[in-house]
């Protein structure tokens, strides 16, 4: 089946500028990754043996199935009886969510997706004939938080339903579904005959005081969902594209092995063998200190340095990331929403949307023709024109919350979010706050300068909306502007 371009990646002419610093896209460009993984890998080429060269078994290697199954065993809790079966290895989680949807899903099938949501749920359930039907959840600025109202989602629920696709922690929100609206939904599932597949890909990263509640340790939903994990979130090689699916449905475990092997047969194998020794590693620390890596009481004695998980101490630098960013987004005239875990940090840029003039960075209009009346603009399309505008004249990418856009067309969710990742080096973002605040002051940042401040003109608001309204293309921007992006990153 033919699959619709989609405008959420309409970005491509400005994806590729030099220098850019891109947020909008979901991996580090900085050594985030566990060393160990690597020096595993390393291994593994100079001295692994010939097998780890070749296919594994297609339901994944061995090995690899075996630590999951402590560690998922550790987490679900020991009433939930998992066996080696209830595994299947897959190409990135990508493939587990594909698989798993491919084998609940006829034509014209419903599945329920919470958004905003990771795009990449309804193209899957589109390319398979699905329907996808969503739930937006609205955000409530007096309380700082998504609204999920679990009997309005249950409004979709019909005979028609095959699934609904819980991700918690949620991208992009960052929200964290709490264990009473979990077993709410469990409640719909069992009512309405659905299986839950539940992408929990970010559970690692659910940063204090917030706290991760897994679906499938709820009684009788092990049988009635699908649990997806990814290396690519886990231990941040998003390039190794390996994953994972649990459920304890053997009628489904069968269906997604079989969707599966028919893709790709299997994953990598030496990918696979580094995986599960880093696996064993951090195991040992988990039961040794608890989930949240506070050692627990009556562990065996650890010394230090056994006793930081990687999962804890990069949670942590990540939850300092999100504050740095914050701040940014927010001294640049942002205004960032609560985010309690993930990769991303949504913001509204309603405000700063309405103080510049972006007619010129509508797509399809005229550069420095004036292009359309601003107040004609859509908010989507406004919402893309700022990011084209913000890619002009500071060399940062953010991503339009594209799944808002969809939330628009029910009237329910305020569409002015961009989506900006918190894994990045923060440092390169050429964006003094200090300067901004005085520019939002509205005064020059030669003013900064003078003021000692910043130690030199910055590309700021009040700049932009005095000067000429720019093309947004590299070879037309004003070269003021392009000296200093040139000197910035
Ligand atoms: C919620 C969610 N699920 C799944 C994925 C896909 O991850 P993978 O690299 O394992 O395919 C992503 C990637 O960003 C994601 O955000």
Redesign the pocket.
Known sequence: MAIQSSTDFDFDDIFYQDNELNLSI?HADYEIYPKEIIEFMTDIMQNGNTSLHQYTNNDGLPRLKSILQKIYTYLLGEHVQIVDKNIQITM????A?YCSLKALVNSGDHVIIIDPS?P?YARIVENIGGVAKHYPMTYDPIDNKWILDVMELEQLFSPMTKAIII?TPH?PTGRVITESELLSIANLCRKYNVIAIC?E??EWLVYEPKKHFKFASIPGMFDRSVT?G????WFHV?GW???WALTGNSKLMADIYLNHMCMVITSSTPIQEATARMLELEYTKLIATGSDGVCMSGSPAIDDSQRSMYWTKTCRQLQAKRDQLANILQDFGLKPLTTDAG?YIVADCLDLCRRLDLSDYVVGAGSGSGGQQQSSIKPYTMVLAFIRWLSSHVPVLSMHSVESNRCTNTGRLAPFYIRDILCKDCSRIPIRPVGLRCCRSGIWCDTCAQTGTTSEPIPCLCYVETVPKLPPTADTVDPKIKRILDTAV
Do not use: E
């Open positions: 979901g990135a989680s990508s493939a969510i990771y990449f991700n991208n992408d890909v970010y997806i990814s290396l690519s979130k998003t594209r390996l994953g990769y």
